[in-house]
Every structure is written in C-alpha cells, then in structure tokens.
T-cell receptor
Framework: AQKITQTQPGMFVQEKEAVTLDCTYD???????LFWYKQPSSGEMIFLIY??????QNATEGRYSLNFQKARKSANLVISASQLGDSAMYFC??????????????FGTGTRLQVFP | DGGITQSPKYLFRKEGQNVTLSCEQN?????MYWYRQDPGQGLRLIYY???????QKGDIAEGYSVSREKKESFPLTVTSAQKNPTAFYLC?????????????FGPGTRLTVL
C-alpha cells in the first residue's frame, strides 16, 4: 500500500533563511505524482508545487523547490528566503494508483512550520 | 472569480441527526472530492466523483453519502451512522486533463456534533 511519511511534526526557521521539509513515500508504482500543499490557520489547502515521477529535473515554483530523489523515495520541499506568511502546516501528498483518469491523493500527517523574525 | 465554495463554515448538530455539507465549484472541473481532517492528521478521502451521476468510495466512506447530479455540485451527507463525525471537512476539485493534476480546495466546513 502507498504511504507518505513526514517525520517532522514541527519546524522553526528565522525570517529570510531557507528551510527544508522532509517527505518520504512508499509505492510500487512506476508512474506517480508528488504534491506539496500549504494549510494556513484559516484551513484552506493551497497547492504549492508538483513533481512527476518521470520528471528529470526538480520542480521549482518561485521560492519553492522540490528536492526529488527517486532512488531514496524522497520529495523534500525547500522554501528559500522564508517569510512570516509562510507559517502554516505543510502537507506532502502523492497520487494513488496508476489510473490515468484519477487524481486521488494520499496525504502525510503534515509539518507545522513557524517563521520567526 | 472561479473557485470552490463550501457552506457553512461552521456547523453544529445534535447527535443522531443527519447533516448535509454543501460544495459548489465554477471551475468546470470534472472531478470532485471530499476529505476529512482530524486534529494533527492529514486528509483522508471520503468519496470522489469523476463524472456526473457517478461516484466512488474513498478510504473512510462508512457513515457518509454523496450525490453528483450536476457537474458543479457535490454535497456530502454525514449520517447518524457515522460514529465520530466531529471534524474539518474539505471539498476539492480537479480537471482530469493530462497525467496528474493538482486539486483545488474549498475553505472547508468545521462540523461539531454535540
């Protein structure tokens, strides 16, 4: 069965510093997608970044980058130049199954990031 | 503006009552999903629908029911059979074009059963 593991319940980072949030996954599928979402205290889930299993380059979206190491089954999120507004819960997720016509996701338990001045 | 709306934001019900959570999207997305989130946990899939008049159970469907009569709407009913319904419920949608697509989420409904 597929599984997402986020081992850091909480992380602290100083404003303007970079931070890495860990995510490891377990799957026997050859094709899959990996996602990161941000959940502020308001509760809404905000999509940050996506990495396909066959993508050779690491995904980047502005200050967010995904450190994808396929052999290690890890998909760590790197946030550069942290801002106070980055304080939130962060969830790693992956697609479930190899069906072309589904976007079912399984989620990790999340990491709470707190950015301090 | 395109997006997903969920109503109400907070909902209180007495034990034993059925309650329906609303989810509407104007993104013209094909697929819609319902998730449940408990404190300190990630999201768990309740039901999903890829097309009108069709839906499939997720990992924790017991005690819930859904309908998909219109592309834009995917209401979730929490029945009295759900043993522990107090939770945060999130609705999402995706376009189902290409290999994998991100899901867009609504603001959520926090249900408290007294």
């Amino acid at each position: 069965a597929q599984k997402i593991t986020q081992t850091q319940p909480g992380m602290f980072v100083q404003e303007k510093e970079a931070v890495t949030l860990d995510c490891t996954y377990d799957t026997s599928d050859q094709s899959y997608g990996l996602f990161w979402y941000k959940q502020p205290s308001s509760g809404e889930m905000i999509f940050l970044i996506y990495q396909g299993s066959y993508d050779e380059q690491n995904a980047t979206e502005g200050r967010y980058s995904l450190n994808f190491q396929k052999a290690r089954k890890s998909a760590n999120l790197v946030i550069s130049a942290s801002q106070l507004g980055d304080s939130a819960m962060y969830f790693c997720a992956m697609t479930e199954g190899q069906s072309y016509n589904t976007d079912k996701l399984i989620f990790g338990t999340g990491t709470r990031l707190q950015v301090f001045p | 503006d395109g997006g997903i709306t969920q109503s109400p934001k907070y909902l209180f019900r007495k034990e034993g009552q059925n309650v329906t959570l609303s989810c509407e999207q104007n993104l013209n997305h094909d697929a819609m999903y319902w998730y449940r989130q408990d404190p300190g946990q990630g999201l768990r899939l309740i039901y999903y629908s890829q097309i009108v008049n069709d839906f499939q159970k997720g990992d924790i469907a017991e005690g819930y029911s859904v309908s998909r009569e219109k592309k834009e709407s995917f209401p979730l009913t929490v029945t009295s059979a759900q043993k522990n319904p107090t939770a945060f419920y999130l609705c999402a949608s995706s376009i189902l074009a290409g290999l994998y697509n991100e899901q867009f989420f609504g603001p959520g409904t926090r249900l408290t059963v007294l």
